[in-house]
């Protein structure tokens, strides 16, 4: 199913939301810096749901090849977790966006309080047109985060602009997974509407790096070690490390009832790595 037949995020709507959950995780208790899935490497891992969190953050900066003499663009940065866990591990430079004003308040602050304000920094923009200037980063990053975009195409292209020649993008979006249908099924339907979520296009995401001006560098559906069990996870009765509290995304009414897994098996995630020839 393409983004042209559902209902396509508007950046200002997407903004209103996480500003909403940024305040209400932050007075009710259940703040998390991360707001994403996990990854598990192995299917009996005993990972936490949130050490798999900060193991999708490292998944990525494997795969970004970044060092204190980069500079590193968090797109749709959210609350500065696995920004500031990138300047941790790697000593990068990092400027991170996200289109809700809380969102990068917080996350300002969260820098400055780990001491890291001299090297990252967070601005509120849009995705569909970054201000900066072309061949501004050594690496992009958007962790979860294109999928609040209502056009994908448009923030690769803007990727592209901004990536310094030989400039690395590495994403993780979520799909559909085969056999695609003509209706979502009522599970993901509820999962898109409630997040303002588009699904990716799998088929086409070779071709729209190419068309955006980026070449692959790997495409990888890493579902199994994903999705389905951050599902599960989040469906499960809360614990004091575990459950809804551990992505603060308890103030969610009604998403992650066990009978809303049904249809979990369709929904998929990609990890992608391009660059900018």
Known sequence: MSDSVQTLPVPEAVGKLYDRLTVTALNDGTFNPNIHIGFWDTPDSEA???????????????????DDSHQVLDLGCGVGGPGLRVVRRTGARLTGISISHEQVKTANRLAAEAGLADRAEFR?????????????FDAVMALESIIHMPDREQVLGEVARVL?????????????????????????????????????????????????????????DITEHTMQ??????????????????????????????????????FGCLLVAAVRP
């Open 124 to 136: 509120h923009a849009d995705a569909m047109k970054l201000p900066f200037e072309d061949g501004s």
């Open 229 to 266: 069990r951050t599902f599960r996870e989040l469906a499960r009765p809360t614990a004091a490390d575990d459950g809804p509290e551990a992505l603060g995304q308890t103030n969610l009414p009604d998403l992650f009832r066990p009978s809303d897994m049904v249809g979990v098996d369709e």
């Open 164 to 220: 310094r020649p030989g400039g690395r993008l590495v994403l993780t979006d979520v799909f559909e997974r085969a056999p695609r249908k003509e209706t979502l099924h009522p599970s993901i339907g509820k999962f898109c509407r409630n997040f303002m979520v588009t699904l990716a296009d799998a088929d086409d995401y070779v071709a729209m790096l190419h068309r955006s001006g980026l070449r692959l560098r790997g495409l990888l």
């Open 48 to 66: 936490t749901l949130e050490e798999a969190v900060d193991r999708l953050t490292d998944v990525l900066i494997e795969r970004l090849l970044v």
